[in-house]
Nanobody, 122 residues
Framework: QVQLVESGGGLVQPGGSLRLSCAASGSITSIYAMAWYRQAPGKQRELVAGFTSGSSPHYADSVKGRFTISRDSTNNTVYLQMNSLKPDDTGVYYC????????????????WGQGTQVTVSS
């Protein structure tokens, strides 16, 4: 069974920084896509940043130049470095892994983390 464990959320003042981490575990063979989504109160979940194997990262326009997504393939971990945070960045951030091959399933599956709260407020 594949599990995603997120960490790094919290309360930060506008202009501050946070780094989110998401570690995937569970006899994983390969992961095709890794991404971060967020959901603000009363809004739909939206893609913040992500990439697929062999591709360059994609960022939402609202975070370009401020957020950086990176990946440690050896440890199946994805990070989101968030700088110059704004109140509009507040929300629950979810880790997503797509087309995950593992010994526990004959077909690739997608997985979501439990979410971590990010609050940007003075």
């Amino acid at each position: 069974q594949v599990q995603l464990v997120e960490s790094g959320g919290g309360l930060v003042q506008p202009g501050g920084s946070l780094r989110l981490s998401c570690a995937a575990s569970g006899s994983i063979t390969s992961i095709y896509a890794m991404a971060w989504y967020r959901q603000a109160p009363g809004k739909q979940r939206e893609l913040v940043a992500g990439f697929t194997s062999g591709s360059s990262p994609h960022y939402a326009d609202s975070v370009k130049g401020r957020f950086t997504i990176s990946r440690d393939s050896t440890n199946n971990t994805v990070y989101l470095q968030m700088n110059s945070l704004k109140p509009d960045d507040t929300g629950v951030y979810y880790c997503y892994t797509g087309r995950v091959y593992s010994s526990g399933s004959p077909t690739p599956l997608d997985y979501w983390g439990q979410g971590t709260q990010v609050t940007v407020s003075s």
